[in-house]
């Protein structure tokens, strides 16, 4: 059973030990980089922790309510507990808080190389829109995802 909560600075050091463990050298985002995410007006955090105390998951996006697009900065599940339905259910409330905050478009990015991401968001209806060539490290192309909510 995990529990869906707002993250917060105390949560930095398992949000960034977490962040390592998902994602490679140099694409993981700074303990820095972290905070300011989570003190941004303009940014939403969940964590999904363990009854014991384990973030198990997290999402975080960015909010441009002119453009009324929800820019998902990063969305993570702990290897030992994916495919387990986590993803998804992050996914649905992000979703629902998306559209909350009256936004009607979510876009991501997600390095073309990482098939079972890729295939994780087009299960979920997100569609390719375009390709951004060395935007991880500098080498690896990541392709533009998005999912448009209509009324």
Known sequence: ???????????????????????????????????????????????????????LGLWSLESYTRKKTAHILTMEV?????????????????EQTALALGLTMVELEVADDDASALNFYLRLGYRATGKMPRYYLGKIDALRMEKLFTA
């Not at 490679?24 to 999904?48: D, H, K, N, T």
């Not at 702990?78 to 992000?94: N, Q, T």
Request: include cysteine; glycine fraction near 6%.
């Open 1 to 55: 059973m995990v529990c869906l909560r707002p993250a917060g600075q105390q949560d930095l050091a398992k949000i960034f030990a977490l962040d390592k463990r998902c994602f490679r050298a140099g694409i993981a985002y700074s303990p820095q980089e972290f905070s300011a995410i989570l003190a941004s007006r303009w940014c939403v955090s969940m964590v999904a922790e363990s009854e014991a105390g384990h973030v």
């Open 78 to 94: 702990a290897p030992e507990v994916r495919r387990s339905g986590l993803g998804s259910l992050l996914m649905s409330h992000l």
